[in-house]
């Protein structure tokens, strides 16, 4: 059992930049898959970036080429760059870690808030 904590976000004006940060209280070496969600006002949450061992890295279409995952198994950290924030990134980030199959149990983090003003 781990307990994912996240970091990082804020107020920052369009343009800008953040960095999330995900701290795990244990080792996440187990965690094949690990990724970033988000949840806007009234909208579901979606996923906005996976890193998936042997399979590199995914992103959803409205943050390619924007946002950069990366994961520190020495460190138990899951790191989100996020650049050029658009007032559309508004929204509670989500760290998200899934446990290898047969398993799959996913655990989360609290979120939080990233807020982009135009």
């Known amino acids: 059992q781990v307990q994912l904590v996240e970091s990082g976000g804020g107020l920052v004006q369009a343009g800008g930049s953040l960095r999330l940060s995900c701290a795990s209280s244990?080792?996440?070496?187990?965690?094949?898959?690990m990724g970033w969600y988000r949840q806007a006002p009234g909208k579901q949450r979606e996923v906005v970036a996976l890193?998936?061992?042997?399979?590199?890295?995914m992103y959803a279409e409205s943050v390619k080429g924007r946002f950069t995952i990366s994961r520190d198994d020495a460190k138990y950290m899951l790191y989100l760059q996020m650049n050029s924030l658009k007032d559309d990134d508004t929204a509670v980030y989500y760290c998200?870690?899934?446990?290898?199959?047969?398993?799959?149990?996913?655990?989360w983090g609290q979120g939080t808030q990233v807020t982009v003003s135009a």
């Open positions: 244990g080792s996440i070496s187990h965690f094949d898959a």
């Open positions: 890193i998936i061992r042997g399979r590199g890295t």
């Open positions: 998200n870690a899934v446990l290898p199959p047969p398993n799959g149990y996913q655990y």
